[in-house]
């Protein structure tokens, strides 16, 4: 899968979303494994700003690269953050987009 690096030198991020276990598939509860590490997967949200403009990027992140003690609105900084599109088809239906996944997420709040 294409990994695209995303700069995130002179952004800003802010916690937005807690982190929570990314499940794999809902109907049998398979919890997403990172496919180096085999650690568990965990999802977040992050509002992510730069040049003025603000989004809400929902991450996947490996669970040891997500520290204690994150609380929402607090900033952040994104290790490794990478962006990969996306696409399947379902019932005939195509569908795209671009999925994000950092190695690490730290507090920046002092």
């Known amino acids: 899968m294409r990994?695209?690096?995303v700069d995130t030198?002179?952004?800003m991020a802010m916690m937005a979303v807690l982190p929570?276990?990314?499940v794999k598939d809902r109907k049998t509860g398979e919890i997403a494994?990172?496919?180096d590490s085999?650690?568990?997967m965990m999802t977040l949200s992050v509002t992510f700003i730069l040049n003025g403009e603000a989004s809400v990027l929902q991450l996947s992140v490996p669970?040891?690269?997500i520290p204690e003690g994150?609380?929402?609105g607090m900033p952040v900084a994104l290790t490794g953050l990478v962006a990969r599109p996306w696409e399947n088809e379902f019932n005939g239906q195509k569908r795209h987009g671009i999925a994000f996944r950092a190695v690490a997420v730290t507090?920046?709040?002092g």
């Open 20 to 22: 929570e276990v990314k």
């Open 38 to 40: 085999g650690a568990e």
């Open 33 to 35: 494994k990172d496919l």
């Open 70 to 72: 994150l609380k929402l």
């Open 9 to 11: 030198q002179g952004a």
């Open 63 to 65: 669970a040891p690269g």
């Open 3 to 5: 990994s695209i690096p």
């Open 107 to 109: 507090s920046l709040a």
